[in-house]
């Protein structure tokens, strides 16, 4: 009883508590995966029916497997407890000791400004699914600037990130133009568009002056040294997290101040939230539909721009394709993050940390990078539906009422 | 093959039915401290059209979802045929012979019309295959039985509205309904498609089935109703004849009993603020809703707008708000033209607006109080900084004004959502009184509202007049439009009957609510 006590007053506290929950269930059910695909645990199982006692040996086998797995995902993301011992006590051996650390921040970096540009559009009622082409058009836009343009790294790095938001305010501007003035429906727009962007990424890649000369592959001309996001602790260091870092910091404080302190972005919120009182209020929904994709789209932008000149420094045809779309991911980490700037901070956290640690535990166990995929559907799939959570859990804080059909009265 | 032959007894089964007998006893609802409807008590006899008229927000649509099983009464009960019945939701409703026909459809747009009568409860071949001809066969049965002639094998997609809710009325009839309840059917149809609706209901009438009919048009009533309920505030002030006059009709709906009184100085009415001249409007159907009003609001000067409800009043609010397309004619604000502005200039203009749906147009329920109170505001000093807002100053507004109109709330950032509709109409009235306005235009003011509030919004209604702004209130309560109005205008099917002095009494401008031009 005491435990659900205490569960029910961590509900209280809102989102959060029901995000931790949504990824201790995550990780349950990532359990029962590895039971149930796992042959070693599963034949050891197997003996239970014949020897009741092998009972003990098939719960260690399991908890062996799972710890192993979940040990190596951790490891793999923030760093191994002994290493960061041996590292305090000695102070040697950092690099490697905070290189986990480093490679989730890395991931982290776009993931985040992706999806405050995500999550802008959101709280404007807006669904921008285009966010991974805008992302793309940043980073062609980047490089270009950063491989066509020469400039002194003083003027190079921000010409190149401007240009990444232009690019991406490009892509946002088409579905904006179209549903302001056309009435197109955003989601199909923005989603079809994302085809259209990543051919023509083919094509800048293939056949115009910004492909690698010498090179007949998809692969355009690596950024100039002046146009990198240089790493934080010097390129010698072998450790990846960039400058990016604090641009992904600045986003999300952008975020913050643009929807909870500027006056576009209340109308943005009213729109969202009741777009017949905004438009009463004497909001133009056209301007706001516009500026909304130029801002949207302008950060996804600058998200595949920082990928770009931080990672790769290059765009080739699979940039940001497939399983490296941050666009999408963004999408997700928005809705994790309630479309609150700090809540997305630990969205896109959680989520480079599982992906980031996934691959160690892939290479250290055998277990496939997908299992971290499950876990992170489930977190979503649980944060999304709290009634769901609070109902697995117990917690019910207050007779739920029941929606009732009325029109005229209530609500 | 079985279950076709079921299907098709059904249907022969409906024919020797006798029609059935519903009572409604002292059915009282419950909102929270909202009575919905009070001790209501009505009887539908068989083969009988029993019309429920009454304002919007009087109570018949919760009355209608208690009869339909989707809403629980706290008290009273529903007999059928002398025997007391219990819905638990609306399917044992629609076993017990009830069908409800709502105002929004629910059927599968690109489904055809006899897939969508038998959705559910489709008849099956073998291998559970869609008996289609046995569907068809059902759907040409009922609709020659009772003149509701459409085409089984159309898409409802391409189908008109009118047909469309015949396809619900069917749907409606394929369950076995005694008693359809037809929830304001007229308001998405044209004239002509009302008058082949008029038919079909006597149609069902004759063949047995009662109908209760839900409207708030009193032409309606009398060309089709056997008795007419009416109710306002959930309560049942009145069962009549259809023969009775709509002026009596118009006068029951909007009140009789006077239950507020406003004590007013007399004023020097200024110069016209608000101009309309020759204004004609079309509603979202293309119907010419307005059809040329001219009228002028003086300064000082409370301009009342009465009539029954859908006569015009709220397209002429909306399109005066730059809400709504005005067709011809011109409207001046304070001298300026402000005909086919857009609403952010026609604030700027200086009109003050408090909408006829506040949580629609008036709200963001799921924001602050403090946020809704700088809603059309917020990009003027001193509530913003250059493109920052300035919070401050937003909080200290909402301080000053939640205070000076006595908006009961614990918090100025709790959700405005949360406070009663008395208080939320109290925020809407402050934010509009706060800026600087020409003219202020009402709609609806105290719809729905407790006493106390209704007392403290026509107290700061006629302290406004009083310093001179000009006021314009459109109103469905007769005594508000009488007590409030220094000049009452009548409209009448899109147009001004006349203006009178309020003075002239509520027998005559019932009369003129019914269209009879005063002398």
């Known amino acids: ?411 | 093959m079985k279950k076709t032959r079921v299907l098709v007894t059904r249907v022969f089964f409906v024919t020797t039915i006798t029609g059935m007998r519903v009572e409604l006893r002292g059915v009282t609802k419950r909102f929270g401290s909202f009575t919905a409807n009070n001790q209501i008590s009505l009887t539908v006899e068989p083969g009988q059209i029993h019309c429920l008229l009454g304002e919007n927000g009087a109570g018949k649509s919760t009355l209608m979802n208690i009869l339909f099983g989707m809403l629980h009464a706290e008290e009273g009960e529903i007999v059928i045929d002398g025997q007391a019945v219990r819905f638990a939701d609306s399917g044992e409703a629609v076993r017990r012979g009830i069908g409800m026909v709502h105002q929004h459809f629910m059927l599968v747009p690109v489904f055809t019309v006899a897939e969508n009568v038998v959705l559910g409860f489709e008849p099956t071949k073998s291998l559970g295959r869609v008996n289609h001809r046995a569907a068809n066969d059902m759907i040409h049965e009922l609709s020659s039985r009772f003149g509701l002639d459409v085409d089984p094998d159309a898409l409802v997609e391409n189908l008109s509205v009118g047909l469309q809710q015949r396809v619900e009325i069917l749907k409606a009839l394929s369950h076995d309904a005694e008693l359809l309840i037809l929830d304001e059917p007229t308001a998405v149809l044209t004239p002509q498609e009302i008058e082949s609706l008029m038919a079909i209901m006597r149609s069902l009438a004759s063949a047995g089935k009662s109908i209760l009919f839900i409207t708030h048009k009193l032409k309606e009533v009398q060309a089709v109703g056997d008795v007419i309920t009416v109710i306002r505030h959930g309560e049942v002030v009145g069962s009549v004849p259809a023969t009775t006059s709509e002026a009596d009709l118009a006068t029951l709906m909007v009140g009789r009993d006077v239950s507020f009184s406003v004590t007013k100085e007399v004023v020097e009415a200024g110069p016209a603020v608000l101009s309309l001249r020759d204004v004609v409007i079309r509603d979202d159907r293309g119907i010419s809703v307005v059809n040329g009003v001219s009228l002028d609001v003086n300064g000082g000067q409370i301009m009342a707008i009465a009539g029954v409800q859908g006569n015009g009043q709220t397209e002429l609010v909306e399109a005066i708000a730059g809400l709504r397309h005005v067709e011809s004619g011109t409207i001046t604000l304070g001298g300026r033209d402000i005909t086919n502005k857009t609403p952010r200039q026609i604030l700027d203009a200086g009109l003050g607006h408090v909408p006829e749906d506040r949580q629609r147009d008036g709200l963001v329920l799921s924001m602050s109080i403090e946020d809704n109170l700088v809603l059309n505001t917020a990009h003027f000093r001193p509530f913003a900084k250059g493109w920052s807002r300035n919070l401050p100053a937003v909080s200290s507004n909402a301080a000053d004004l939640v205070e000076r109109f006595d908006v009961r709330t614990t918090s100025i950032t709790a959700d405005v959502g949360s406070l009663s509709g008395g208080n939320q109409q109290k925020v809407i009235v402050a934010r509009e009184l706060s800026r600087p306005l020409t003219c202020f235009m009402a709609a609806q003011p105290t719809r729905g509202l407790d006493v106390g509030s209704i007392e403290y919004v026509h107290r700061q209604i006629v302290e406004q007049r009083n310093q001179g702004l000009g006021v314009l209130i459109v109103s469905s309560e007769l005594d508000e439009v009488l007590s409030l109005g220094d000049r009452v205008a009548v409209m009448f099917s899109g147009q001004v009957v006349g203006v009178v002095d309020p003075q002239v009494g509520r027998e005559t401008i019932g009369l003129m609510m019914a269209g009879a031009k005063p002398e």
């Open chain 1, 1 to 411: 009883m005491k435990i659900w006590n205490f569960l029910k007053r961590l509900n209280a506290r809102g989102p959060a508590a029901t995000a931790f929950f949504a990824l201790i269930l995550g990780f349950i059910i990532g359990a029962l995966v590895i039971i149930a695909t796992t042959a070693v645990v599963l034949n050891a199982w197997r003996h239970v029916f014949s020897s009741p006692t092998a009972i003990f040996s098939a719960l260690k086998v399991t908890f062996d497997n799972v710890g192993a797995a979940y040990r190596a995902i951790f490891i793999g993301a923030v760093g191994s407890p002994s290493a960061y011992s041996h590292s305090i006590t000695t102070g040697q051996g950092w690099t490697n000791t905070i290189d986990p650390l480093s490679e989730t921040l890395t991931y982290a970096t776009p993931l985040a400004i992706a999806s405050i540009a995500v999550c802008i559009a959101f709280r404007t009622g807006i669904f921008n699914i285009g966010a991974n082409g805008q992302a793309i058009l940043g980073g062609i836009a980047g490089a270009w600037a950063g491989s066509m343009v020469h400039l002194p790294t003083a003027l190079h790095i921000p010409f190149t990130l401007i240009l990444g938001v232009l690019g991406g305010a490009l892509g946002g501007l088409i579905p904006g133009v179209l549903k302001a003035y056309a009435g197109a429906h955003e989601v199909i727009v923005t989603l079809m568009l994302n085809y259209i962007i990543a051919f023509f990424l083919l094509y800048v890649t293939l056949s115009t002056a910004l492909q690698q000369p010498g090179q007949a592959n998809d692969i355009s001309r690596t950024i100039d040294g002046s146009a990198v996001l240089p790493p934080i602790f010097g390129t010698g260091s072998g450790l990846r997290v960039s400058y990016g870092l604090f641009i992904a910091a600045a986003v999300v404080l952008f975020g913050w101040w643009f929807l909870n302190r500027s006056t576009l972005g209340f109308d943005f919120r009213i729109t969202g939230a009741n777009p017949h009182a905004a438009r009463a209020a004497g909001i133009n929904a056209r301007r706001v539909i516009i500026f909304v994709f130029l801002i949207s789209g302008g950060l996804a932008g600058l998200a595949g721009e920082v990928q770009m000149a931080s990672t790769t420094h290059f765009v080739d045809g699979g940039f940001l394709i497939g399983s490296a779309g941050v666009g999408f991911t963004a999408i997700t980490v928005a809705l994790l993050g309630r479309n609150e700037p700090m809540g997305i901070v630990w969205g896109s956290l959680l989520f480079a940390a599982l992906n980031v640690g996934g691959r160690t535990m892939q290479a250290s166990t055998g277990i496939p990078l997908d299992l971290a995929a499950i876990i992170q559907s489930i977190v979503v799939l649980f944060v999304a539906s709290p009634v769901l959570v609070k109902e697995i859990f117990r917690l019910h804080t207050t007779t739920e009422a029941v929606q009732l059909a009325t029109k005229g009265w209530g609500q």
